[in-house]
């Protein structure tokens, strides 16, 4: 298992490297999504979604043997919770920002 500063994180290193990609993914997927008005808003919504997965994984994973685990990485829970958090920071922070999820037309 992988230990940051005497913390044992709960999964492996490769598994940790896949919700940190898996998170990246997330946010980089929501940037493409609509108007967006501020270039870094991936970056807090990978953060979030970073966040969503790994409490997803360790919290929701341990209350249900749901779905399939890799290296002590539930992936399922890790999944809805890093849409769920991701989604409603992106969604804070697009309409903070004037943003919209749709494409406005404007004029040449």
């Known amino acids: 298992m992988l230990e940051l500063l005497g913390w044992n994180v709960g999964m492996s290193l490769v598994a940790a490297l896949g919700l940190v990609v898996a ?30 997965g790994y409490l997803g994984s360790e919290a929701l994973g341990q209350m ?28 804070v922070f697009r309409y903070t920002t004037h943003g919209s999820y749709t494409h406005e037309a404007r004029p040449i």
């Open 64 to 91: 249900s043997t749901f779905g399939p685990a890799f290296e002590g990485l539930y992936i399922v829970p890790a999944l809805v919770g890093a849409l769920v958090v991701g989604a409603a920071v992106d969604a």
């Open 23 to 52: 998170a990246l993914a997330i946010g980089v997927i929501a940037q493409f999504i609509g108007d967006v008005r501020v270039g870094y808003e991936w970056v807090a919504t990978s953060a979030a979604a970073l966040v969503g």
